[in-house]
């Protein structure tokens, strides 16, 4: 029932709005970084989500943080700003290293999120979501900076 209600919802965005804004975080911690695996999806991704109106991209991470992880950046470093465009419909996207947080990872809403969890940074999973593992990539200057999703 989630998935359907998140689809419809992601649907009536793309009619009412031609662009959508996005934050995302990429959490690490001792060679390892922290992922999650949606409920409504297969496969593995960076946490965060959309930005609300009157909401910065840094307060939007934090916020998906939250909600998402249970834990709350220290302080954060703008990686970049991505376009991701597929057919009609445009997203924008903030990507933050965040490398010191309060509180213990784990699920907030069984809802949304099937798992949160640290991944070895050399040994990411199979499943994870291409432009999520592009931006991990560049984070560690495997990979030069893009600015499309």
């Known amino acids: 029932m989630l998935t ?3 689809s419809l919802h992601r649907r009536w965005l793309r ?3 031609a662009v959508t804004l996005g934050s995302r975080a ?4 001792d060679e390892s970084v922290l992922l999650v695996r949606l409920t409504y999806y297969k496969g ?3 946490p965060g989500g959309g930005v609300n109106r009157g909401e910065t991209f840094e307060a939007a991470m934090a916020r998906e943080l939250k909600e998402e992880c249970g834990i709350s950046p220290v302080s954060a470093q703008l990686q970049g700003l991505y376009l991701n465009q597929k057919g009609r419909h445009t997203d924008h996207v903030a990507v933050f290293v965040v490398r010191e947080f309060k509180g213990t990872p784990g699920i907030q ?4 999120i099937a798992e949160v969890r640290f991944f070895p940074i050399n040994d ?6 291409k432009g999520h593992r592009r931006r991990i990539h560049e984070m560690l200057g495997r990979e030069p900076m893009t600015p499309r999703w």
């Not at 990429?26 to 911690?29: F, L, M, T, Y």
């Not at 809403?109 to 949304?112: A, G, P, S």
């Not at 990411?124 to 979501?129: D, K």
């Open 4 to 6: 359907l209600l998140f």
């Open 15 to 17: 009619i009412i709005r």
């Open 26 to 29: 990429i959490v690490v911690q």
């Open 44 to 46: 593995w991704f960076l």
């Open 109 to 112: 809403d069984q809802r949304e």
């Open 124 to 129: 990411l999973p199979e499943t994870l979501w």
